[in-house]
Structures are given as structure tokens and as C-alpha cells.
């Protein structure tokens, strides 16, 4: 028996993802595919699996990608789905559980790539809020109003209101994100040489 | 590259131990594991991380896939029972002076 959800999380919202996905797993439905927005379970038993979401550094289709993937299956972690570098993996319960030390390190090179993103949309406000101005300016200066400067100011402007949109949406999730980066490299120094 | 002042992780090193004989790569989890009375379980990425650096240095290879298999098998080349060799005269050493020093 298969079902197919649709759902919609946001790329900082993984650990909600996974905790979703597990409570899926523990009502017997489990994750066989996903994609975009789109998720396929198959009934099986109750917690049978174990779901964990990794980002990767190189896309999945890549040859390192693929190597990646590869090795995974050789120690029993499946990849069941995988969307733009983000790649859902499972293991089996009976087989164990995703170790500790994972977890810290797949965590922390989530939070961080999730905060370039932030960083790049609160810079491309600050850009384009300086840009749309910058323009403004001179075409006021030098009296220029024609069809493509309007277009010109809407465009940036465009631009600037989506990011400083996406930069607010993003302003809690990064203030927790930044204490766990602390918190997860702190753990690292710990169990550093293991 | 100067290879006397190496000083390999734990992982590394029993990855380097249990690959003096072909592995693949749950092979090699299993052994150290076994190797250590259970007390140093590799995790997924941490031996993945180990097997590239690894592979990169020279001081292990991929032997070629055997047909029907898909899994990729590893072995120490002969830098690497070099470097091992070294490492275990330097914990040795560790060894010796903790002991004077304790004793």
C-alpha cells in the first residue's frame, strides 16, 4: 500500500522535516521517495526505519555525490530520495541508529549552509536598497525618466523587497541556529580524534 | 612531505590496522569495532572522511571490483605500514614515559 503526501517545509526547517518523517515511521508509514514538495511512504512495520536528512557539498548526481551514496550503502544507510543537495537517507532500526558523532557533523554543515543562505539574502537587501537609491539619485540628477529607468528602480526594488523578506522570515531560525553552531563545536572538541 | 611527525586519530589508525587485510567499507567498521571490544564504533562519515583523506596520502588503495560485487574493497599500500609502524613507535613512547611518570 503506498501514499503519497504533499508538503511544504522551508530549507532551515529540516529538523522538523526529519521529525516528521519519523513520526511517519512510527505509524508504520515508511519514506520510499521524495522529491520537491512531494513524498512517497510504503506501509511497513512501526518504526522499521530510522530517517535522516544530510546535505551534501557536491550535488548528488555528481561523481562524489554518487561515490558518497555509494559507500553509504555498502554500511547500510539507504538514500531513499534526494532533492537539489539534500539527500534522505534511512537505516534499518534493527541495524542501529545514525551515531552521535554524525549527527554533529551532518547538524553543523546544515546550519551553516543554511546561514550562507541567510547571509546572502540580508546582503542582497543591503545591495539592492543601495543600488535602487544610487538610481534614483542620479536619474533625478541628471533629469533622466524614460521607460527603462522605471523599469530599472521596480527591478532592484523587486529584488530588494524579496530578500529583505526572505531575511526577516529567516531572523529566528538563525538566531537559534547560531547558539547551536556554538553548541555543536563545542561537542566537536570534545570528540575530537575519534 | 616530511612523514615523521605524524600523528594519526584514533579512527585512522585502526582503519589502518584492519586494512592489512581487503575490506569494504562495513567490513572495516565491523573489525575495528570487534578490535576494540566494542569500545570504537566508526560512524558513517567520520570513515568516509578517513577512507579519502586515505586514499589521497597513498597510504591505502581501492582494489579493483571484484564482478557481481558492488562494493568497493580497501587495503594498506606500503607507505601506509610505514607510517603505522612510525605512529605505534610514538605511542610507544607515549606509553613508556606515562608509565615511568605514574608508576
Same mark, same amino acid.
Given at each position: 500500500m503506498k501514499k503519497v503526501i504533499f508538503k511544504t517545509f522551508f530549507i532551515w526547517e529540516y529538523?522538523?522535516?526529519?521529525?516528521? %518523517?519519523?513520526k511517519m515511521s512510527s505509524k508504520g508509514w515508511q519514506l520510499v521517495d521524495a522529491r520537491l514538495f512531494k513524498?512517497?511512504?510504503?506501509?511497513?512495520?512501526?518504526?522499521?526505519?530510522i530517517y535522516r536528512l544530510e546535505l551534501l557539498d557536491k550535488k548528488p548526481s555528481t561523481s562524489e555525490g554518487k561515490a558518497y551514496v555509494d559507500f553509504l550503502d555498502g554500511v547500510n544507510i539507504e538514500s531513499v530520495g534526494q532533492c537539489r543537495n539534500w539527500i534522505y537517507l534511512r537505516i534499518k532500526r534493527s541495524n542501529g541508529d545514525f551515531s552521535s558523532e554524525d549527527k554533529v557533523h551532518s547538524n553543523l554543515t546544515r546550519i551553516m549552509?543554511?546561514?550562507d543562505l541567510?547571509?546572502?539574502s540580508r546582503n542582497l537587501t543591503l545591495c539592492m536598497v543601495v543600488a535602487s537609491f544610487a538610481f534614483l539619485l542620479i536619474c533625478h540628477e541628471v533629469d533622466m525618466q524614460t521607460r527603462w529607468s522605471d523599469f530599472l528602480t521596480g527591478f532592484f526594488t523587486g529584488i530588494g523587497i524579496g530578500a529583505s523578506v526572505m531575511? %526577516? +522570515?529567516? +531572523?529566528?531560525a538563525m538566531t537559534r541556529n547560531r547558539k547551536k553552531i556554538k553548541q555543536y563545536i563545542r561537542e566537536l572538541s570534545v570528540n575530537e580524534g575519534n | 612531505m616530511k612523514q615523521t611527525n605524524v600523528v594519526l586519530t584514533e579512527a585512522v589508525f585502526y582503519t589502518l590496522l584492519v586494512l592489512h587485510k581487503p575490506l569494504h567499507g562495513y567490513g572495516i567498521m565491523q573489525e575495528t569495532s570487534e578490535m576494540s571490544n566494542g569500545r570504537?564504533?566508526?560512524s558513517a562519515g567520520t570513515l568516509y572522511g578517513a577512507l579519502s583523506s586515505l586514499l589521497d596520502?597513498?597510504?591505502?588503495?581501492e582494489l579493483p571490483i571484484e564482478k557481481?560485487?558492488?562494493?568497493?574493497?580497501?587495503?594498506?599500500?606500503?607507505l601506509g605500514k610505514e607510517i603505522v609502524k612510525l605512529e605505534l613507535e610514538r605511542l610507544e613512547e607515549l606509553v613508556d614515559n606515562g608509565k615511568r611518570i605514574i608508576n
Open positions: 529538523e522538523k522535516e526529519e521529525k516528521w %518523517l519519523n513524498y512517497t511512504f510504503e506501509r511497513g512495520e512501526p518504526d522499521e526505519y549552509r543554511v546561514d541567510y547571509q546572502f531575511s %526577516l +522570515i529567516m +531572523i529566528p | 570504537l564504533k566508526l596520502k597513498g597510504w591505502i588503495e557481481g560485487s558492488r562494493k568497493k574493497e580497501y587495503k594498506v599500500t606500503k
